[in-house]
């Protein structure tokens, strides 16, 4: 599942024009898989933006990234609620560590850093959704991407006449598309307005003309 997540952070960032270079591609017996750095991310031509980004990032507020480091929590089962940030005392242990510090210090030079957390999902309430914000933000980080959010923006960008032979990922979610696993959500929408339309158009059988 790592190797599954890490590809699809690498696709989502380079469809959206990063250079993307892995922090490390293995994990010395003394270190734990999560403890570390997994992508710094270089944006060549960020877009320009008037308002500051805000914490929890879509596809449209990326391109504005200039450079990042991306720490990849793919507990693809779990919300990362106040609960689980608050008791799940090693989770931000990778901040503290003297390697996080140096990689980002060093790749800092010449241009802002963000420290992004890609997450499974944050807590759909306002008030639970604020305090884990708030966590993470108390913590050094400054801002967060879900998977839901990543895997949506690829199945998008994907297009089914395409051969992806180099990516494994996005050569399944093309085939899933050519073979019509996915269905536009547009279409699914602007489909049950047209039978709602109808429902309500159409008479009983017995009705009488008023």
């Known amino acids: 599942m790592a190797a599954v997540s ?13 250079l993307v270079r892995q922090s490390r591609k ?28 805000p914490f929890v990032l879509n596809a449209d507020h990326v391109p504005a990234v200039q450079r990042a480091v991306v720490i990849l929590k793919a507990w693809h089962t779990g919300v990362f609620t106040p609960a ?3 008791n799940t005392p090693d989770f931000f242990r990778f901040l503290e560590k003297r390697t996080f510090a140096q990689t980002t210090a060093g790749f800092a030079k010449g241009g802002s850093l963000l420290k992004i957390l890609a997450v499974p999902a944050l807590p759909q309430g306002r008030e639970p959704q604020e305090q884990s914000i708030a966590i993470l933000k108390s913590k050094g980080l400054d801002a967060a991407i879900s998977f839901p959010t990543m895997l949506s923006y690829l199945i998008h960008e994907v297009e089914p006449n395409r051969n992806y032979q180099k990516s494994d990922v996005l050569q399944l979610i093309r085939l899933l598309k050519n073979y019509e696993f996915f269905k536009d959500p547009q279409m699914d929408l602007f489909r049950g307005q047209r039978n709602r339309k109808r429902r309500v158009s159409r008479k009983p059988p017995n009705s009488q003309p008023g």
């Open 6 to 18: 890490d590809t699809i952070v690498r696709e989502f960032f380079e469809l959206n024009g990063f």
């Open 26 to 53: 293995f994990v010395s017996p003394a270190m734990r898989e999560d403890d570390d750095i997994d992508f710094l991310v270089i944006n060549p031509n960020p877009q320009s933006r008037a308002e500051s980004l």
């Open 84 to 86: 689980l940030l608050t």
